[in-house]
């Protein structure tokens, strides 16, 4: 049984260029969150995603960034025009549903390099 | 706002004492669970602790929680040079973590 699978492991854009993060959760699982990390930081929330649908996107900056989980195929970080700010490690967890006992099951992330 | 609050930042000890780091939350609970990071890594989850239970065990780990001043506390007895790594706890009912406390266990 497959974890989370993140791609790519590493990605390094210019500025100005789009960036598109990868994430499949665990099989069964159709909770998708997203984090951002910076050098000796906490993880800080997104955005909580079911299938198909946004349930919270309050972590979210406003623009260029945007997310997505499609009924096929892996959940989407996207953000456009990507400045050096956006540096960070993103990672993916997913959960099979929201009770209160469920654990998140993490991904190794993605680390985003902004030349 | 981030909720869970760890505290201390960071935390040094020798292999073999015990390390204890505290956890404060703002909002009501369902539970409240601990993970762990290791450098560069995504978190793996250490043990969940419900709202109406006061004290939970797994291995070496000893969790305890007091609702009445919204906090908990993750023991690690025995420390090894393995247990280097961050800790952070999260509130079921919203999933924002911390900032995490940085143990660092010297052999």
């Known amino acids: 049984n497959a974890g989370v699978m993140q791609n790519p492991r590493h990605l390094v854009r210019r500025r100005g260029q789009e960036a598109r993060l990868r994430c499949s959760p665990m099989k069964g699982h159709s909770h998708v969150y997203w984090y951002r990390q910076l050098p000796e930081e906490g993880l800080k929330f997104m955005v909580y995603l079911q299938k198909e649908n946004i349930i919270d996107e309050s972590g979210m900056p406003k623009e260029r960034f945007s997310a997505e989980f499609p009924k096929e195929g892996p959940s989407i970080l996207r953000i456009q025009q990507v400045v050096r700010g956006d540096s960070a490690a993103y990672f993916c967890?997913?959960?099979?549903?929201?009770?209160?006992?469920?654990?998140?099951?993490f991904g190794s992330g993605t680390q985003l390099s902004v030349l | 706002s981030q909720q869970g609050e760890e505290d201390p930042q960071a935390l040094s000890i020798q292999e073999g004492e015990n390390a204890t780091m505290n956890c404060s939350y703002k909002?009501?609970?369902?539970?409240l669970q601990w993970y762990r990071q290791n450098s560069g890594r995504g978190l793996v989850h250490l043990i969940l602790i419900r709202s109406n239970e006061r004290e939970k065990h797994s291995g070496r780990l000893r969790v305890t929680l007091d609702t009445s001043k919204k906090s908990s506390s993750l023991l690690i007895t025995a420390s090894r040079a393995a247990d280097t790594a961050s800790y952070f706890c999260?509130?079921?009912?919203?999933?924002?973590f911390g900032a995490g406390t940085r143990l660092t266990v010297k052999p």
């Open positions: 967890a997913s959960s099979r549903w929201t009770v209160p006992d469920e654990k998140l099951f």
């Open positions: 999260v509130n079921n009912n919203d999933m924002r």
């Open positions: 909002t009501s609970i369902n539970n």
